[in-house]
């Protein structure tokens, strides 16, 4: 083997890799090991992925970008492609840039296509590593092959991240280990050519702790952090990963977090943890919030509170189960029998998976509902780098407050929002509360009474009201005025202020907000809006039969404001910067 | 938290010795003549018996005439949805396990809408008592086939008589791993006591069906096994049923109406509290007393 390319690097600030393969050649280590890397060398970093919704595996793509300074989406196209297999190449070459770099598998790609000056890059991974480790290993190991070549050719940080291998695979077994390293160490010292070599400006995010996460992880700490204790679920894409990771760490807090045998019971125990005076979560992808719909609305109805988080995925029914999607906030919001009212929040990006859970907490326990937390496949599973949460300045202690409740406590007080006293609360009034999802009198007695009805869905309504005027606009990137402000919720915030810094820098006054209290709305977003010659919403769900997307129909219906437009798609994949250029510049366009 | 379990009760205050006009909540809403009065009665009798703090008595039920149970106990209570009071009381136990928890319902809550949740509360053993009031019918939708209603019984959804197999309520218990099975009868008021007062005293899940006549939807289902009526009242023997035997007790269950009555079957196996507590035990001794908050800390701190 020779040595590493000596050649004077090209510096750069920005890499979008893309590494195209099949799903169990490990191709998503290597970019959690570079993901992990960039939090630890100041950088930024946004990775996309996708997996087939196969256990046997099949194609499967993991897209990287690395940035000196802030990075706010996976990346439009790619610099650096790499290709495992034909069908690879066939059908990745086109995310590349022109004159990108393609580094292929002769092994496996025999047929190449001469197009937009791309440079093709020869370099046997399998035959390489077979020959590095030796012995029977067949191919097990090219990933960290691969690691190693793009290690030498970005010029990263080589003990880094030979550490950060060495953590993990040491877990395994020494044998592991070995092989990994000796795989890592043929990549990184494989001869690419004359392609050069690059090497990444300094990170510029100096902040003292950075880590680097997907969103569901990061999800899992934020409820840690807001006090949740119990709760139940049944497995499904792409949610699921919470519930494992709540399974294994509430023991190390007390709690308990219980596999349900269905959605139905998940949700059901969940209920009970929170009537026993617990904060508790369930929580499920699209099919699986359906499922819980009529418990749900007895929370509601019951007026206890709960965490319910909602990873969604293409739909509808099975629809998409590993692709993102945002058709479920109408689910969310209405997707009741009666009228139900819950609190329904949005994460703009990984970072806010933690804050957005304290936010669920705080509001389940402070309006006494269920609150939905909108997640989604590409929140769920895209790693980002960021400022290490401050557990200290958050920290919920769990809240059972079981202390003796005066004589005259009403489990439903119609001028207060409830305040349930749970099992194990002596009532000094000697009358017990229960709890219930018939129509009830202030003391929990069931009542058909038309006029309690009414003062009980006016009571029920209320708590939103309240909130509604309680909470502040949504923050405004860029200028508070302008003739364009876009508007979206959850994982588009990166492509959106993309968008905006590009149009602002060709002189366009645009501007945009990301929605994270979804419903009920800040009460003042109309005004924010008036300062807006154009309102475009931005979102992953279909336009439906009347031509807009889910929320900026509820917008429309909202504020009556006829200046709101909708942009919507469904095609399974994360806005690219330039599909929401071209829609903010058509509507920029028009009268 | 889990580990957590309020004080006793401080010596000074004395505590309230719980009677039957304590525990007495709202009028029941039953019929006049229902079997469910009897079962309602019998509980409070218990309770007298057992001497709960009364703040630890926690009451659960889903959908149905007898699930309206919960109101007519004064004690903390919570009156969900159809068939899924079985997981509900299962957050309650595992998070609360310093609290008793009772699960009342019918058969059409416990062995149709919930069936599968019965299994899954059996085969985990999770610590409460459940008192299922079987009369055959559904009877506050007025008068439809239920799970257990025998064929042939007319019905407004079968109106030529029930055509499906009922199920049998024993053999299905014991298939799903309950820990505790019986069997009683509203009309045996002193037999009833009995086997509530074992069954809330087993622990671990225990389950019995109460055959509770409904007057007004199916009348005189239950005069064979009610000896006034010129029915049978056979108890299980147990000098001759081995109740750990679930060979014997399937046998027994197999019987043809109206069967026996009594424990089915009796075995300790750890509970899921039991077991998720020595899960978090085990946990807690490897953090030697680090807090929940550096747990959490040094957790997001890996991620660095």
Redesign the interface.
């Given at each position: 083997m020779s040595t590493p390319p000596t050649s004077t690097p090209t510096s750069l600030r920005n890499a979008v890799i893309r590494l195209a393969g099949n799903s169990q050649d490990g191709i998503q280590s290597i970019g959690g090991f570079l993901a992990r890397l960039a939090?630890?060398t100041q950088k930024d970093v946004m990775t996309y992925m996708t997996i087939p919704s196969t256990i046997s595996g099949g194609p499967s793509i993991f897209q990287l970008h690395l940035g000196s300074g802030e990075v706010r989406s996976p990346g439009d196209e790619s610099d650096v492609l790499v290709a495992f297999y034909q069908h690879s190449y066939d059908n990745h070459l086109s995310a590349l840039r022109d004159g990108g770099i393609c580094i292929y598998d002769p092994d496996e790609v025999k047929e190449l296509k001469s197009e937009r000056g791309i440079v093709h890059v020869p370099v046997p991974f399998t035959s390489a590593t077979i020959e590095a480790i030796g012995g029977s290993s067949r191919d097990r190991g090219k990933n960290m092959f691969v690691l190693g070549l793009l290690c030498a050719m970005y010029q990263l940080d080589r003990e880094k991240l030979s550490g950060i291998v060495a953590r993990q695979f040491g877990k395994k077994s020494e044998d592991i280990l070995r092989n990994a390293m000796l795989a890592f160490d043929a990549g990184y010292a494989y001869p690419v050519g004359d392609i050069g070599s690059f090497n990444f400006a300094e990170g510029e995010h100096l902040d003292e702790?950075?880590?680097?996460?997907d969103g569901n992880?990061l999800m899992t700490?934020g409820l840690?952090?807001a006090g949740v204790?119990?709760g139940?679920a049944y497995p499904i894409t792409p949610w699921s990963p919470i519930m494992e990771l709540l399974r294994t760490?509430l023991?190390?807090?007390?709690?308990?977090y219980?596999q349900?045998?269905?959605e139905?019971?998940?949700v059901?125990?969940?209920?009970?943890?929170?009537?026993?005076?617990?904060l508790?979560v369930t929580g499920s992808s699209g099919p699986g919030l359906s499922l819980k719909a009529?418990?749900l609305s007895?929370a509601s109805m019951?007026e206890l509170p709960l965490i319910v988080i909602n990873v969604q995925r293409g739909g509808p029914s099975t629809g998409l189960p590993t692709s993102v999607e945002q058709s479920d906030l109408l689910q969310a919001i209405y997707g009741s029998h009666g009228d139900a009212p819950r609190i329904v929040l949005g994460p703009q990006d990984v970072e806010d998976c933690f804050y957005i859970a304290l936010e669920a907490g705080r509001l389940a326990r402070e309006y006494s509902c269920p609150v939905i937390i909108l997640s989604d496949q590409a929140l769920s599973s895209r790693i980002e780098a960021f400022t290490?949460?401050d557990?200290?300045k958050h920290?919920v202690e769990?809240p059972?407050d079981?202390t003796p409740r005066p004589a005259d406590f009403k489990p439903y007080p119609l001028d207060q929002i409830t305040r349930h006293?749970?099992?194990?609360?002596?009532?000094e009034g000697?009358?017990?509360?229960?709890?219930?999802?018939?129509e009830h009198d202030e003391w929990g007695?069931?009542s058909s009474s038309p006029v309690i009805h009414q003062k009980m869905t006016d009571k029920r309504r209320r708590k939103l009201e309240e909130l509604a005027r309680a909470l502040p606009n949504p923050e405004i990137y860029g200028e508070a005025e302008g003739d364009l402000l876009i508007v979206g919720w959850g994982c588009t915030c990166g492509p959106i202020r993309e968008t905006v810094d590009r149009l602002r820098s060709e002189g366009h006054r645009v501007s945009s907000t990301q929605i994270r209290h979804l419903h009920p709305l800040p009460a003042g977003i109309g005004d924010m809006f008036s300062r807006f010659r154009k309102v475009l919403v931005v979102e992953m769900n279909d336009s439906g039969v009347y031509g807009y997307g889910q929320l900026a129909m509820l917008l429309r219906a909202k504020l009556a404001d006829p200046r709101i437009e909708s942009f919507c798609k469904t095609d399974g994949l994360a806005f690219r910067i330039r599909e929401v250029v071209a829609a903010a510049e058509k509507t920029l366009a028009s009268a | 938290?889990?580990?957590?379990t309020?004080d006793a009760p401080s010596a000074d205050t004395a505590p309230e010795k719980l009677t039957k006009k304590?525990l007495t909540?709202?009028h029941p809403t039953w019929c006049p003549g229902c079997g469910d009065f009897a079962v309602l009665a019998a509980f409070y009798k218990v309770l007298e018996k057992l001497q709960y703090p009364?703040?630890?008595i926690?009451c659960?039920a889903g959908i149905g005439c007898s699930s309206r149970f919960?109101?007519f106990v004064?004690?903390?209570?919570?009156?969900?949805?159809h068939?899924?009071a079985l997981?509900?009381?299962?957050?309650?136990?595992?998070?609360?396990p310093?609290?008793h928890v009772f699960v009342f319902g019918g058969d059409g809550d416990g062995f149709s809408i919930g069936g599968?949740?019965l299994?899954?509360a059996a085969r985990k053993n999770i610590k409460l008592t459940y008192v299922i009031m079987d009369n055959n019918v559904y009877g506050l939708t007025k008068k439809q086939t239920s799970p257990t209603s025998p064929q042939g019984f007319k019905s407004k959804t079968d109106p030529t008589g029930a055509i499906d197999r009922p199920i049998n309520p024993m053999k299905q218990l014991l298939a799903s791993g309950a820990t505790f099975i019986a069997r009683t009868h509203a009309a045996q008021v002193k037999h009833m006591m009995e086997v509530f007062e074992r069954a809330i005293l087993h622990d671990g899940f225990s389950v019995v069906e109460c055959l509770s006549e409904c007057v007004m939807f199916y009348a005189g289902s239950f005069d064979n096994s009610t000896p006034r009526k010129g029915g049978v009242y056979d108890i299980i023997d147990e000098s001759a049923h081995d109740v750990t035997d679930d060979t014997a007790a399937f046998k027994l269950a197999d019987e043809a109406a109206p069967g026996k009555f009594g424990v089915f079957y009796q075995v300790q196996r750890p509970t899921k509290n039991a077991l998720?507590q020595k899960?978090?035990d085990?946990?807690?001794a490897r953090?030697a007393g680090k807090s929940?908050?550096d747990?959490?800390?040094n957790?997001?701190?890996q991620?660095?």
């Open positions: 939090g630890r702790n950075r880590i680097s996460t992880t700490m840690l952090c204790r119990y139940s760490e023991p190390k807090y007390g709690g308990i219980v349900a045998e269905d139905l019971a998940a059901a125990m969940t209920i009970g943890a929170a009537f026993a005076g617990h508790a009529e418990a007895y019951a290490e949460p557990v200290d920290w769990p059972l079981i006293a749970p099992p194990g609360t002596k009532m000697g009358k017990y509360p229960i709890v219930t999802g018939l007695h069931p | 938290m889990s580990t957590a309020p304590i909540a709202d009364h703040e630890k926690v659960v919960p109101y004064n004690s903390h209570g919570i009156h969900f949805i068939g899924r997981p509900l009381a299962t957050g309650v136990s595992l998070s609360r310093d609290v599968n949740h299994n899954h998720e899960w978090i085990a946990e807690q953090l929940p908050k747990v959490l800390k957790r997001i701190a991620m660095r």
